[in-house]
Nanobody, 127 residues
Framework: QVQLVESGGGLVQPGGSLRLSCAAS????????IGWFRQAPGKEREGVSY????????NYADSVKGRFTISRDNAKNTVYLQMNSLKPEDTAVYYC????????????????????WGQGTQVTVSS
């Protein structure tokens, strides 16, 4: 069964850190770029970060630049999102999505065009 599974979410105080994981099963991640998205209550799903296939090129939303780092470990079939200096406005459900051969890269922050989505993991930043 083809699926993406996010993990690593939780409750953290402002200024804290979390590392999210996006593990693929049923397919090899080598040929897929991965986008991380988030959706807060009452808001649209927004692109957070993206890592390409061949050279691992990365993209970030302005709101997370300098705080979040995306990386991939193809041997583990997993992509990570390291989130530092977390703020209350980072509170959301975080999703990862797979994009075959970086086809979506020019439009990475939009939700259309991704092939698989995970079920999401909740991140809550609160004191």
């Amino acid at each position: 069964q083809v699926q993406l599974v996010e993990s690593g979410g939780g409750l953290v105080q402002p200024g804290g850190s979390l590392r999210l994981s996006c593990a693929a099963s049923g397919f090899e991640l080598d040929n897929y770029a991965i986008g991380w998205f988030r959706q807060a209550p009452g808001k649209e799903r927004e692109g957070v970060s993206y890592i390409g296939v061949k050279y691992g090129s990365t993209n970030y939303a302005d709101s997370v630049k300098g705080r979040f780092t995306i990386s991939r470990d193809n041997a583990k079939n997993t992509v990570y999102l390291q989130m530092n200096s977390l703020k209350p406005e980072d509170t959301a459900v975080y999703y990862c999505a797979a994009d075959y051969f970086s086809a979506q890269e020019p439009f990475w922050a939009t939700t259309g065009g991704y092939h698989f989505w995970g079920q999401g993991t909740q991140v809550t930043v609160s004191s």
